[in-house]
């Protein structure tokens, strides 16, 4: 009555239901624990969304007895035959990836060539329904999704370090047997990496975004469909404790390396839409002491040793002008360090402006 369905049109699906081994007792509802493997049942997007929702009220068996019939069910159920290829199709659908990034460090900035050094942990983490109720040494055999992804924004070479996991592998094993058909990879990337979107504006006091941009490789000529990724809280979750690895994108301590900036935060950024891009953001902030020292201090006595010259006799106007062309000469040096310090931009910096204040006060 809820779905506005009759009974003639509620038993067909039923029956398809139960032709195609995915769902013969209310049972099998709660090993579809996420809502995703709801949205791959062959029935109207209405009753997929219905059968979602009300999965809860439908069975909510207690704590014991689910430790209790676990492993009964998944060794007796039709989900234990979800193996086969053909159960829970994804033909022309996409597959969500969520993405977790680890940064173990952040070893140089190179504002002038515009790049960074950074060593950090990518994680994959999707949800195969073919997998569930297999083992580990089932799941190695099959020929199943294996999402790849590159890192769009490498300067050379974007292979990750040996030794990482180039191939699907469970999460967790109950009794033997993958419980939800979570499956995951891990990799470990040192890369230079280009950072084309710096602004400099407020140089020395500038805060700038580092980012590592990822790209799955485009599936749509296979069986899998494309990939589309996501953060760590999933396709429709809204905190990093809703997705399948339930932790966010982290920077361990010992990460932040640099000599001039200092990490403030770590962020991820998909488009509205998701797709096969996906940003995870660095945020550093620049620590303006060495600005401040080397420059800033040393025009400030440049400016202050040119008032000098109104202790000098106007009869004496060759050393007033003398004074005033060592202090112009010093600054064009002090000059050419803040230019060294930048690549070419088309706008004035905090410090160049000041540097330029001080040219018309000696002027």
Not at 29 to 37: A, C, G, N, P
Not at 172 to 201: A, M
Not at 252 to 266: E, G, N, T, V
Request: net charge negative.
């Amino acid at each position: 009555e809820e779905l506005h369905v009759d009974p003639k049109a509620a038993l067909h699906w039923a029956k398809r239901l139960a032709e195609e081994e995915l769902l013969q007792t209310t049972e099998d509802l709660y090993l579809l624990s996420e809502k995703d493997y709801f949205m791959r049942l062959p029935l109207p997007m209405h009753m997929r969304r219905w059968l979602a929702d009300e999965r809860s009220r439908l069975f909510n068996p207690s704590q014991d007895d689910l430790a209790g019939t676990t492993s009964g069910m998944l060794t007796s159920s039709p989900l234990r035959r979800l193996g086969r290829t053909n159960s829970f199709s994804s033909d022309g659908e996409s597959w969500p990836v969520e993405v977790t990034i680890q940064v173990n460090s952040v070893t140089a900035i190179n504002i002038k060539r515009i790049l960074f050094d950074v060593d950090f942990t990518l994680m994959l983490d999707w949800q195969d329904p073919r997998c569930v109720g297999l083992t580990g040494k089932e799941i190695e055999k099959m020929s199943i999704f294996n999402p790849e992804v590159v890192i769009d924004n490498a300067v050379d070479n974007d292979q990750p370090i040996a030794g990482g996991c180039n191939f699907p592998r469970p999460n967790k094993l109950i009794d033997g047997f993958c419980p939800d058909g979570h499956l995951k990879k891990t990799n470990r990337y040192r890369l230079s990496l280009t950072c084309n979107g710096l602004d400099l504006r407020a140089f020395p006091f500038d805060t700038q975004i580092l980012p590592i941009r990822l790209k799955a490789r485009n599936r749509s000529q296979t069986e899998d469909g494309d990939v589309i990724l996501v953060g760590p809280e999933g396709l429709n979750g809204e905190h990093k404790k809703q997705g399948l690895r339930r932790m966010g994108h982290t920077v361990k301590m010992q990460a932040d390396r640099l000599a001039d900036f200092k990490i403030q935060s770590l962020m991820g950024l998909r488009t509205e839409t998701p797709d096969r891009w996906y940003e995870v953001r660095i945020i550093v902030e620049r620590s303006p002491g060495h600005a401040i020292r080397n420059v800033a201090m040393p025009c400030l006595v440049i400016l202050t040793f040119s008032f000098t010259i109104y202790a000098i006799p106007m009869s004496e106007l060759g050393s007033r002008l003398e004074n005033t062309a060592t202090c112009l000469l010093a600054m064009m040096a002090f000059q050419g360090v803040v230019n060294d310090m930048l690549p070419p931009v088309s706008y004035e910096t905090a410090l160049g402006r000041y540097v330029t204040a001080v040219y018309i006060i000696l002027m």
